[in-house]
């Protein structure tokens, strides 16, 4: 089946600075979504990506729809404590888009 | 508005003992999905309800695993019996149902130890 590759796995980073993550795939995909994750909880959609090229904004959080529709990218600016979790990439791996393969996550820790 | 409710949050059981999870959907959500996370990876599919019809249970072991909505709102997953690789997370989300009404919206999980 599809599978989506995260990277990088986890990341240290000081508060205060950028993250980049991404997300790629063997296959294409038509829509791609990023969630978050908090410790204890279940994974809350942050993002939804629709189109190629697409690059949409949530707050200091900014996704892109990658030109081949084989990858995305989420960019966290200005990073704060609160933005600790896993964060998972998501997308429709069946004839429905409500079947998701989620890859493993990347988990970022926040340095106050 | 209320989230998606899962109860227990936390169980702890032997191997070979049954265990059952319960689930109640957002209110009006027609769609509701069970799923498996195990430790250090993303959530996998095990069943997807569309009212109370099983629409893809593909994913579902159902030697042991069994699943049941009746009347189309709340859910219960059950294990029967529960074996050690059981232990994971096990999520409930759920959607409106419908073209363009697939978000899918989490609840917290309940999280099995199998001893």
Same mark, same amino acid.
């Given at each position: 089946g599809?599978?989506?590759n995260?990277?990088?796995?986890s990341?240290?980073?000081?508060?205060?600075?950028?993250? =980049?993550?991404?997300?790629? !795939?063997? +296959? *294409?995909?038509?829509t791609?979504?990023w &969630?978050?994750?908090?410790?204890g909880? #279940?994974?809350?959609?942050?993002?939804?990506?629709?189109?190629?090229?697409?690059?949409?904004?949530?707050?200091?959080?900014?996704?892109?729809?990658?030109?081949?529709?084989?990858? =995305?990218?989420?960019?966290? !600016?200005? +990073? *704060?404590?609160?933005?600790?979790?896993? &964060?998972f990439?998501?997308?429709?791996? #069946?004839?429905?888009?409500?079947?998701?393969?989620?890859?493993?996550?990347?988990?970022?820790?926040?340095?106050? | 508005?209320?989230?998606?409710?899962?109860?227990?949050?936390?169980?702890?059981?032997?191997?070979?003992?049954?265990?059952?999870?319960?689930?109640?959907?957002?209110?009006?959500h027609n769609?509701?999905?069970?799923?498996?996370?195990?430790?250090?990876?993303?959530?996998?599919?095990?069943?997807?309800y569309?009212?109370?019809?099983?629409?893809?249970?593909?994913?579902?072991?159902?030697?042991?695993?069994?699943?049941?909505?009746?009347?189309?709102?709340?859910?219960?997953?059950?294990?029967?019996?529960?074996?050690?690789?059981?232990?994971?997370?096990y999520?409930?989300?759920?959607?409106?149902?419908?073209?363009?009404?697939?978000?899918?919206?989490?609840?917290?999980?309940?999280?099995?130890?199998?001893?």
């Amino acid at each position: 089946g599809q599978q989506l590759n995260q990277s990088p796995q986890s990341m240290f980073i000081q508060e205060g600075e950028d993250v =980049s993550m991404n997300c790629t !795939s063997s +296959s *294409i995909f038509n829509t791609w979504l990023w &969630y978050k994750q908090d410790p204890g909880e #279940g994974p809350v959609l942050l993002i939804a990506l629709y189109k190629a090229g697409e690059l949409t904004s949530n707050g200091r959080l900014t996704a892109q729809f990658g030109i081949t529709r084989k990858d =995305s990218f989420l960019n966290i !600016s200005a +990073s *704060i404590p609160s933005d600790v979790g896993i &964060y998972f990439c998501a997308g429709p791996s #069946g004839a429905g888009s409500y079947q998701l393969t989620f890859g493993k996550g990347t988990k970022l820790s926040v340095i106050p | 508005e209320a989230g998606v409710v899962q109860s227990p949050r936390y169980k702890i059981i032997e191997k070979k003992q049954p265990v059952a999870f319960w689930c109640n959907p957002i209110s009006g959500h027609n769609t509701l999905y069970w799923y498996l996370q195990n430790l250090g990876q993303g959530p996998e599919l095990l069943i997807r309800y569309e009212n109370e019809e099983a629409v893809d249970d593909s994913q579902l072991p159902k030697d042991r695993f069994s699943a049941e909505r009746l009347k189309g709102v709340d859910s219960t997953l059950k294990i029967q019996p529960a074996e050690l690789g059981d232990s994971a997370v096990y999520l409930c989300a759920s959607s409106l149902g419908g073209a363009g009404q697939e978000t899918q919206y989490f609840g917290p999980g309940t999280r099995l130890l199998v001893l």
